[in-house]
């Protein structure tokens, strides 16, 4: 008689493999960005070994051998450039997650050449910009911040906001938007909520991308000229360095305001200044070079200026998206092998 119970017990099961994280970042900004939600998330994940609840010193010897453990490093503003020396400390490093955006001041050309994945919080850092670039626009167009200038100074008196300027109110006008970035689109996305025409300057969208994203694509002088607000939302890079020259800040409408929450670069600020002190363009710059303006910086001192402390971008609270998304991009990979998101080098140089 042939019995028919299982006398091999169960069937075998592989352990789940885990990936070693560590961070990379100065204190101060590990502090401020993740909190202990994060690091918990990370702990529970079968797939995830956390090498420290803390930051790793890519450079020191107390480290050394978390080091040569990390397979998944996740990264911040302030991180150390992560150069042929620092990754040859880091043999089994197969990713990077960057919890901020730009990833230019952290990713060194050798990472792309070891095949080092790489992924970024660009996407969540673009809301608060978009955001507060909208708003500035709004404030702008209804000549809000002068107004509050003007109402202060008239101590008591009725403030004629339609007089003191030529364009007054958002109904009707034209908003350019210097670069298709994440922001550049998120801008244009929340614009549309608004009844004004959008246009757009980027030398790297064509007609049937600006068709899908219902914009005018016009060149960069062109744009500067047609448009009632200027909003920059390009990269820093070679070739954009300047690319609001004399030529393009002149060819502004009078009563046209620029606002620039990319990057202070993108401006020829001495022209910049020469055309606010002819009084007939206004500018809110959330960034300027350097960021943070000498005493004597003529931006300072010029009429119709409103400059603010580079707050665009994730700002307190904010911060919880950039580490909500650091974490769920760690987990993927340690999960698949690959990003949510990945960064592509080809992406990486058109990007801030």
């Given at each position: 008689m042939t019995s028919n119970i299982n006398t091999m017990g169960p069937p075998h099961i592989d352990a789940v493999r885990t990936v070693a994280v560590g961070f990379a970042m100065p204190g101060p900004t590990f502090g401020r960005v993740f909190a202990a939600a994060d690091l918990a998330a990370l702990h529970a994940a079968?797939?995830?070994?956390?090498?420290?609840?803390?930051?790793?010193?890519?450079?020191?010897?107390?480290?050394?051998?978390?080091?040569?453990?990390?397979?998944?490093?996740?990264?911040?503003?302030?991180?150390?450039?992560l150069d042929a020396g620092r990754?040859?400390?880091?043999?089994?490093?197969?990713?990077?997650?960057h919890s901020a955006g730009s990833i230019r001041p952290v990713v060194d050309d050798e990472v792309w050449r070891r095949g080092i994945a790489v992924a970024s919080s660009a996407t969540a850092n673009a809301v608060p910009v978009a955001e507060f670039s909208v708003a500035m626009i709004v404030l702008a167009a209804k000549r809000a911040l002068a107004g509050a200038d003007l109402l202060r100074a008239a101590d008591g008196h009725a403030v004629d906001i339609e007089g003191t300027w030529p364009i007054v109110g958002m109904h009707g006008i034209t908003?350019?938007?210097?670069?298709?970035?994440?922001?550049?689109?998120?801008?244009?996305?929340?614009?549309?909520?608004?009844?004004?025409?959008?246009?757009?300057?980027?030398?790297?969208?064509?007609?049937?991308?600006?068709?899908?994203?219902?914009?005018?694509?016009?060149?960069?002088?062109?744009?500067?000229?047609?448009?009632?607000?200027?909003?920059?939302?390009?990269?820093?890079?070679?070739?954009?360095?300047?690319m609001l020259d004399r030529a393009a800040i002149d060819a502004m409408r009078p009563g046209a305001t620029l606002v620039n929450t990319a990057r202070g670069g993108l401006v020829d600020q001495e022209a910049l200044a020469d055309r606010l002190d002819r009084g007939d363009l206004a500018a809110i710059l959330d960034v300027t070079e350097p960021e943070v303006l000498p005493s004597g910086a003529r931006l300072r001192?010029?009429?119709?200026?409103?400059?603010?402390?580079?707050?665009?971008?994730?700002?307190?609270?904010?911060?919880?998206?950039?580490?909500?998304?650091?974490?769920?991009?760690?987990?993927?990979?340690?999960?698949?092998?690959?990003?949510?998101?990945?960064?592509?080098?080809?992406?990486?140089?058109?990007?801030?």
């Open positions: 079968s797939t995830v070994r956390l090498l420290a609840d803390r930051p790793l010193d890519l450079d020191g010897a107390a480290d050394a051998a978390h080091l040569a453990e990390v397979e998944v490093l996740v990264t911040g503003w302030g991180s150390p450039v990754l040859d400390r880091m043999p089994r490093l197969r990713a990077v997650v908003v350019g938007v210097v670069g298709a970035s994440r922001v550049g689109r998120a801008v244009i996305e929340r614009l549309r909520g608004y009844d004004v025409r959008v246009v757009l300057a980027d030398p790297h969208i064509d007609a049937a991308d600006a068709a899908r994203l219902g914009v005018e694509r016009m060149a960069l002088a062109d744009l500067c000229a047609a448009s009632d607000i200027v909003s920059l939302h390009a990269p820093l890079l070679p070739s954009t360095a300047g001192a010029t009429p119709n200026t409103f400059i603010t402390p580079h707050i665009a971008g994730s700002q307190g609270n904010e911060l919880r998206r950039l580490a909500g998304n650091a974490v769920r991009e760690t987990l993927a990979f340690s999960a698949t092998g690959s990003f949510a998101e990945p960064i592509a080098f080809e992406r990486s140089v058109l990007q801030a």
